[in-house]
């Protein structure tokens, strides 16, 4: 999506009104089919652990959805006035608040846990300069009504086996637990200001201000060294030897480590736990999640791919306390890692171009159809000269619409009713020519396109 769907607003080339939004997505035919294949994979992984998709409204009133939202969220939305009603309407910011807002109402029903996934795009204002997109594609689930640390792994466990199903070559898990730095804080004598300036310094492991941040309010030298530690704590188990050694007999030092461990033991039952790094210092937002938190990462792209974690009070501030824990993945970014990674492959949309005379068209058509009931994507062209197209124009032709497939139709030869099929596999060679009868035709086709998926 990034390098071969958006389209970049450069004013040298076209007149201004003809420039779409900066942080907006044209995607053409070959990456939306690309994006939809994803998609469709993402979620009928999703699918055989139990996730049911929604579909989310694109838009909603302010008053309710900020309810659920951060001030940073809040202070990024697109915000318009309802025509009826002159409340304030939001286009869709955060698609997690929008399902907390559901299950919160009852939408939802009241089996729990609830396992919904859903597909969407999010809306929200980034600065140019910082190169984000304002319109973000997005694939994630949420698990309601579970507040165990099997729930917790489960989800991890969910997104490492995505990044596998689809072939992600390598990445890495940043598993850490917004509760040991918040419990660190609460305990240094921290004012409630300099706590919330020390959180904002710290998800921006900006050190040097977090350093500044600390030693303004006089704290103890250890109680300093340990808060800036913190960070750049990362590793395995020896992260969470260091935490406990940290936290003593302190309880509420030690309860977040204890959920962390756990969820790192179970998720060496479930064999990926190379991939996971343990970071005291993944954060993500301290105002959205109150327990574990994580993000994923891959050196093909500078900056994480998708992430999540636990938010038990969010539904609650929309009137019913519930605990929950889920993930999203950005889908340009997932794109683009996929693709630099060359693990895209064929979009499974090769379309077959099937060329005949008029006086063929019928036929040709009952054709068509029975391989696009076989699952063939079929371009059927008719030619209006009544006698068949030329084979070297036929191939021409093929080649000029980058089609690699090609159909002619024969008609009857020795009793059999039978095509020529031309493959164009490579524009410098001559097409390799076979006759297949009929009735063989949807399963030899399906077989060469398909074969690999």
């Not at 050196?299 to 824990?325: K, M, P, Q, T, W």
Request: hydrophobic fraction near 40%.
């Amino acid at each position: 999506m990034a390098s071969v769907g958006r389209l970049s607003n450069i004013v040298s080339m076209k007149p201004l009104r003809s420039l779409i939004p900066i942080g907006t997505a044209t995607l053409l035919p070959d990456t939306a089919q690309h994006v939809r294949k994803l998609e469709d994979q993402l979620l009928a992984y999703l699918a055989r652990w139990g996730y049911q998709e929604i579909i989310l409204p694109t838009f909603e009133y302010f008053d309710i959805l900020s309810v659920g939202l951060s001030q940073d969220i809040l202070d990024k939305c697109y915000k318009f006035a309802d025509r009826t009603s002159g409340r304030m309407l939001v286009l869709r910011p955060d698609a997690t608040a929008q399902i907390a807002r559901m299950v919160a109402m009852g939408l939802g029903g009241e089996s729990l846990p609830l396992r919904l996934s859903y597909r969407t795009t999010v809306f929200r204002y980034e600065l140019e300069h910082r190169g984000r997109d304002r319109e973000v594609f997005q694939v994630g689930i949420e698990l309601l009504g579970n507040d165990t640390y099997r729930g917790d792994s489960e989800i991890v466990t969910m997104l490492a086996g995505l990044l596998e199903a689809i072939g992600l070559s390598e990445w890495k898990i940043s598993l850490g637990h917004v509760g040991f730095f918040k419990a660190l804080l609460s305990r240094s004598g921290l004012s409630s200001a300099g706590r919330k300036q020390a959180e904002m310094a710290a998800s921006h492991k900006d050190l040097p201000k977090l350093e500044r941040i600390l030693s303004s309010e006089r704290l103890p030298r250890k109680v300093i060294r340990n808060i800036l530690q913190v960070p750049e704590r990362c590793g395995q188990q020896d992260v969470l030897e260091w935490g406990k050694g940290i936290a003593g007999k302190d309880p509420q030092l030690l309860k977040p480590l204890h959920r962390l461990e756990q969820v790192f033991q179970q998720l060496e039952h479930t064999g990926i736990q190379q991939h996971i790094l343990l970071d005291l210092g993944e954060f993500r937002g301290f105002d959205y999640y109150d327990g574990v938190v994580f993000d994923v990462f891959t050196s093909s792209v500078g900056c994480e791919i998708g992430g999540g974690g636990r938010y038990n009070h969010l539904v609650g501030r929309f009137g019913r306390d519930l605990s929950a824990i889920g993930f999203g993945l950005d889908l340009d970014r997932l794109f683009s890692a996929l693709e630099r990674s060359g693990q895209l492959g064929s979009n499974g949309f090769s379309p077959v171009l099937l060329l005949a005379s008029g006086k063929q068209a019928n036929k040709t058509f009952a054709i068509a159809q029975s391989l696009r009931v076989a699952g063939v994507s079929v371009i059927e062209e008719t030619m209006n000269s009544p006698q068949k197209p030329s084979l070297t124009w036929a191939v021409s032709e093929a080649r000029r619409r980058g089609i690699s497939r090609l159909l002619l139709y024969e008609g009857k030869k020795d009793s059999l009713e039978s095509v020529l099929l031309f493959e164009c596999l490579e524009p410098s060679r001559k097409p390799k020519q076979s006759r297949v009868a009929i009735q063989e035709l949807p399963q030899q086709l399906r077989a060469k396109i398909y074969g690999d998926f």
